[in-house]
């Protein structure tokens, strides 16, 4: 029987072999080449296997559909970006460049999936599907990329976070990333200037906001943003422990 698969997004489990290594990952390329060819909805598991090299049931014993297909190429994307961010984040202490460099890598990192992330938006624009940002099924990457906003705050050195804000800040950040992500998406400009350009002023003005977020009056604020959030976006159910001091269930 195969050892226990961890991962969230792949199907049955695989042996942890080079070959076997070897070959999910050329089923993954595979279908990244055909999606952003043919199209998310017209590119089925049997043309993967096919074009891949190897048989339908082999596609599917990496991978349970085409929604672990893309699952697995969030992972993919999350885990680039975290080591990328790596020389930023020993580099710099200011929480402006420490922010900005992170939003900059994360286009550097995205370039080379430009036409492809705009191929399936519209299934991943759907609340519904198991490919949006916030879905359940997006749990493991939404989380890797929280944790790197949370890198950024803590090694920011001058900049003060009040501890009942540590948790609800990384999320907050993660959103605007996203908003950076939509954006990016619809950028026709050469070389996604445009959207160099956004990350840099939304760092700008994320910064200001953490910076005024010291401030007791405002903390309450914050909070109710984050709650917001929290409240009405799918998958963003963790929640800040309501007034009264009980946590409110996921």
Not at 10 to 17: D, L, N, Y
Request: charge should be neutral.
């Amino acid at each position: 029987m195969p050892a226990k698969n961890d991962s969230p997004h792949e199907g049955p489990v695989t042996p942890k072999s080079e070959k076997s290594e070897q070959t999910r990952a050329l089923i993954l390329e595979t279908a990244m080449r055909l999606f952003q060819e043919r199209g998310y909805d017209k590119t089925t598991m049997r043309a993967i296997a096919q074009e891949a090299g190897v048989s339908v049931g082999n596609a599917y014993y990496y991978f349970a559909g085409k929604e672990h297909l893309i699952q697995g190429f969030y992972d993919r994307i999350a885990a680039e970006h975290q080591a990328a961010v790596r020389g930023v984040l020993e580099r710099e202490s200011d929480f402006e460049a420490r922010l900005a460099g992170v939003l900059r890598t994360w286009l550097d990192v995205a370039a080379p999936y430009h036409e492809f992330a705009v191929q399936f938006f519209k299934n991943a624009a759907d609340p519904d599907s198991p490919l949006s940002p916030f879905s359940q099924e997006s749990e493991h990457a939404r989380e890797e990329a929280i944790s790197v906003h949370r890198e950024v705050l803590r090694g920011a050195v001058k900049t003060k976070v009040p501890e009942e804000l540590r948790e609800a800040l990384p999320e907050l950040m993660w959103l605007a990333q996203m908003g950076l992500v939509l954006y990016w998406i619809f950028d026709r400009t050469p070389g996604r200037e445009r959207s160099y350009r956004l990350a840099e002023r939304g760092a700008r003005i994320t910064a200001r906001g953490v910076a005024l977020a010291r401030f007791r009056v405002l903390r309450p604020l914050v909070r109710e943003v984050h709650e917001l959030f929290t409240d009405f976006l799918p998958g963003m159910t963790k929640m800040l422990p309501a007034p009264g001091g009980e946590d409110r269930a996921r």
